[in-house]
């Protein structure tokens, strides 16, 4: 029973339902309008969508190009340079791990992040080198260029002087006034002419050569003037002649010794004295005078 009255109660009063007013709905367009206009938007063509072109990575490749120029210009421009100042003696290695001896007022030039394109120094002084055996290696002077691939050798190379001794291996050189060349084998010395001509020479002792790696400086008829000059550079002084000595030495001093034993053991046999003055300077004058 009691199902039964909640059925009813569902049940939609019929009654009210028809006495609600009629509302008819009008369509602007009939269903044969309809029906084209949804035909006509099926079978129209697809427009294709538009390709949107990407500018940026004209940009991108550019900016990249120019980053990757840059990069190329700085490796191949930028040079480390290491100078050894007078009085000292400095030993550098080299990025393939070649070694350069330099003794003082010596100085290098390379470049290191090229370094595996073009093994190549700028160098004016004097040292020793041992180079690892690899690629082409160049070393540029003033007034001469050596080439090797695996070597050890000494170059002095100050003012117009050019001068190298070849101790292992083999060593070209190159006068740079004059294009000459010369092909060195060991104990062989060759050095560069004031008219650009290199001439050779055999060397008896090549120790001789190099002794100044161990402090030890070692003259055979040398002009004084040179002598004054390596003075000047392994103790870091200013020698001051008082006169024209046109005189030539041979002897040697050791730069464990003050500067004062050195310049004795070369002035005493040739007749000098010396005086030291101001800021480190020392006068040379004649026992005559």
């Not at 697809?46 to 991108?60: E, G, N, S």
């Not at 003794?103 to 020793?128: D, H, L, M, Q, T």
């Not at 090797?148 to 190298?164: C, D, P």
Request: proline share 4%.
């Amino acid at each position: 029973m009691k199902n039964d009255n909640q059925h009813n109660e569902l049940k939609p009063d019929m009654d009210f339902i028809n006495s609600l007013p009629k509302i008819e709905v009008t369509y602007s367009k009939s269903k044969e309008d309809v029906w084209k206009e949804l035909s006509k938007k099926i079978s129209a063509p697809v427009t294709p969508a538009k390709v949107i072109k990407m500018q940026w990575m004209k940009y991108a490749v550019a900016a990249c190009i120019l980053i990757l120029l840059g990069f190329t210009g700085f490796i191949n421009l930028y040079t480390k340079t290491i100078h050894c100042p007078k009085g000292e003696h400095l030993s550098v290695n080299l990025p393939d791990q070649s070694i350069v001896d330099l003794n003082a007022n010596s100085s290098i030039s390379y470049k290191p992040y090229w370094w595996k394109f073009s093994r190549k120094v700028k160098f004016e002084g004097e040292a020793f080198f041992t180079i690892t055996k690899g690629s082409k290696f160049e070393i540029a002077s003033n007034y001469g260029k050596t080439y090797i691939l695996g070597t050890s050798f000494n170059i002095y190379a100050r003012g117009n002087q050019y001068k190298v001794t070849c101790y292992t291996g083999k060593v070209k050189v190159v006068s740079t006034l004059t294009s000459d060349k010369i092909l060195l084998l060991p104990n062989d010395h060759a050095f560069v002419t004031k008219n650009g001509k290199i001439e050779l020479q055999k060397c008896k002792n090549t120790e001789d050569k190099i002794s100044w790696r161990n402090n030890l400086f070692l003259f055979t008829k040398t002009p004084l003037q040179l002598v004054f000059e390596e003075i000047e550079l392994q103790y870091d002084i200013k020698i001051v002649e008082k006169g024209k000595f046109d005189l030539i030495y041979t002897g040697k001093f050791g730069k464990e010794k003050s500067v004062e034993t050195a310049l004795h053991n070369v002035c005493m046999p040739l007749g000098l004295k010396f005086v030291k003055g101001p800021n480190n300077n020392y006068i040379i004058t004649s026992n005559a005078q």
